[in-house]
T-cell receptor, first 115, second 113 residues
Framework: NAGVMQNPRHLVRRRGQEARLRCSPM?????VYWYRQLPEEGLKFMVY????????ESGMPKERFSAEFPKEGPSILRIQQVVRGDSAAYFC?????????????FGPGTRLTVL | TQLLEQSPQFLSIQEGENLTVYCNSS?????LQWYRQEPGEGPVLLVT?????EVKKLKRLTFQFGDARKDSSLHITAAQTGDTGLYLC?????????????FGKGTHLIIQP
């Protein structure tokens, strides 16, 4: 049973370019969460999605960041016009129900480097 | 804003010793999860505790959730070099607010041979 999959594992972008990060949840999971881990910082919640719905985006920066989880295909975290401060590890997690208490399973992450 | 404070931040001990790491908050959590993260990888779930006072054991690891569901501890007995890693606690809130987990900054554990 495959775990949460993320790609690419490493992504390098120049300032001003766009970054697209993909996440495929575990089989049978319909709830996806995105987190960001800055160097020397803990993981910070960004957004929680179900299929075709954004449930909670309270942790998302107001500008340049967006997320989607279409009916078919992976969840996408999109960062427009990247800046150096966006360099971080971005993790996706999935859960089967999304109701508390629940357990989230994490992918291996995408390391974004902005030059 | 909910915060989870983990202590100690860094811990280096000899193989065979016992250790305890702590996760504390002023907020109540509906559940708390412990993860272990290796460099360059994502967090791997160790355990979820739900009930106040709950104790769960995973081989040499013992996890406890505080009675008031505000704190938790992880005790490792007879540590092995393979236990080296970053240990993270994460809390889920009950009612309103974000559904995302609130993470502590972690305890960097090094077990020396």
């Amino acid at each position: 049973n495959a775990g949460v999959m993320q790609n690419p594992r490493h992504l390098v972008r120049r300032r001003g370019q766009e970054a697209r990060l993909r996440c495929s949840p575990m089989k049978g999971h319909s709830h996806v969460y995105w987190y960001r881990q800055l160097p020397e910082e803990g993981l910070k919640f960004m957004v929680y999605l179900q299929k075709e719905n954004i449930i909670d985006e309270s942790g998302m920066p107001k500008e340049r960041f967006s997320a989607e989880f279409p009916k078919e295909g992976p969840s996408i975290l999109r960062i427009q016009q990247v800046v150096r401060g966006d360099s971080a590890a971005y993790f996706c997690a999935s859960s089967p129900r999304g109701r508390r208490p629940d357990t989230q399973y994490f992918g291996p992450g995408t390391r974004l480097t902005v030059l | 804003t909910q915060l989870l404070e983990q202590s100690p931040q860094f811990l280096s001990i000899q193989e065979g010793e016992n250790l305890t790491v702590y996760c504390n908050s002023s907020s109540v959590f509906s559940s708390l999860q412990w993860y272990r993260q290796e460099p360059g990888e994502g967090p791997v779930l160790l355990v979820t505790v739900v009930t106040g006072g709950e104790v769960k054991k995973l081989k040499r690891l013992t996890f406890q959730f505080g009675d008031a569901r505000k704190d938790s501890s992880l005790h490792i007995t007879a540590a092995q070099t393979g236990d080296t890693g970053l240990y993270l606690c994460a809390g889920a809130t009950s009612g309103g607010g974000a559904d995302g987990l609130t993470f502590g900054k972690g305890t960097h554990l090094i077990i020396q041979p």
